[in-house]
């Protein structure tokens, strides 16, 4: 079907005010310091405050419980905005969006009133919690349980990998099974609001390890949970009774709006390494000349333009789409592979075009080069978003 392009990247008055003010924010008060905090590993807690007040914990939450009640696509320009100025920082906002969505979409009225309004202004942040250290991908062989004990409260037991979010969260969606039996396995699996004490290593029934040492992404925890009898309340299944052994389906739902939310991350490290490169080349001189115009790096920008450009309209498509109530489970994973592979190819492009000084950390560009490669792993990696597209396409083009 062919479309104007313009109707994907157009924006209007209120897109181009938020996104403005977020790459103002971006320039003043992320990439000055993302170096410092990186190298150091550090919890960036002045931006996360300062996020707060600008009200970006509730983008998509609806105004009645207190958020902006923004639609996917202002969302996703906002994300891009952010991930330009230091991945880590959108990363405090993916999982907390991942669980708003949840509780939103799926959530009882009690589960939206008691949480929602805290989660729009940031007071309380939310992870949720699919991969264990055996199984990621696969995430129908995760072996993680809940009982339910005689008082009628649910005990969880198992260890899970990867919680981003995971110390600082007040709130964790953790999928379990409840039900090892169940065949398929998907309908034995429930997703649990399991609340916590946001920065306790250690509360009754849970353990959370220090965090995983990671090679960029820093900033920002990534840990294990360790449940041993962690106790839930009847009425934190999501949704409610009717939502146990609904966990996979509600999950697998949270992921494809998080794949255009990842594919929104690509693009925005996508753009920062395009403006990096820019401005390098046009600086560097080699053998009389600013090595933008030697044609093999004049032929990199222009691969990592077209990349760019491609990734932010396939991203913005899929986003509308999924704003107009239309099925777009094909369209986010396409978004989420070409973006995240945009990120990574213009991040080593932009590393290559900096010789020697990109492999300084002192140049900004090392820290994106380490950054980029997450967006390949996470919300399905790029293996697995070939095998949603491909078995999408099949579906949709029946010989
Ligand atoms: C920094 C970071 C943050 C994360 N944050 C979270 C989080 O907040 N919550 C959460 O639940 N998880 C999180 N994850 C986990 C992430 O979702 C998983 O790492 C991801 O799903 C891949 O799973 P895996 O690591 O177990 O790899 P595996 O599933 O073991 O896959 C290993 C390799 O095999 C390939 N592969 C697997 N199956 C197939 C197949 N059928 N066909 C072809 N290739 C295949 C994969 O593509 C990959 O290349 C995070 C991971 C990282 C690194």
Known sequence: MAVATDTFTEKTDEQKAITEMVHQFADNEIIPVAEEYDHEDKFPEPIVEQMKELGLFGVTIPEEYGGMGLDLTTYAMIVEELSRGWIS???????????SYLLMKFGTEEQKNTFLPKMATGEI????????????????GIKSTAKQADDGQWEINGQKMWVTNGLRSGLVFVLVKTDTKADPPYKGMTCFICEKEPGADKVPGLTIPPKIKKMGYKGVESTELVFDGFKVPEDRILGGPEGLGEGFVQMMDALEVGRVNVAARGVGVAQRSMEL???YSQERKTFGKPIAQHQAITFKLAEMGTRLEAARLLTMKAARMKDAGERSDLEAGMAKLFASEAAKENAEDALRIHGGYGYSKEYEIERIYRDAPLLLIGEGTSEIQKMVIGKKLLQRNRA
């Open 277 to 279: 490169a820019l401005r």
């Open 89 to 99: 920082i959108s990363g405090v906002v993916n999982t907390h969006f991942i669980g």
């Open 125 to 140: 942040r939310a992870a949720f919690s699919l991969s264990e250290p055996e199984v990621g991908s696969d995430v129908q």
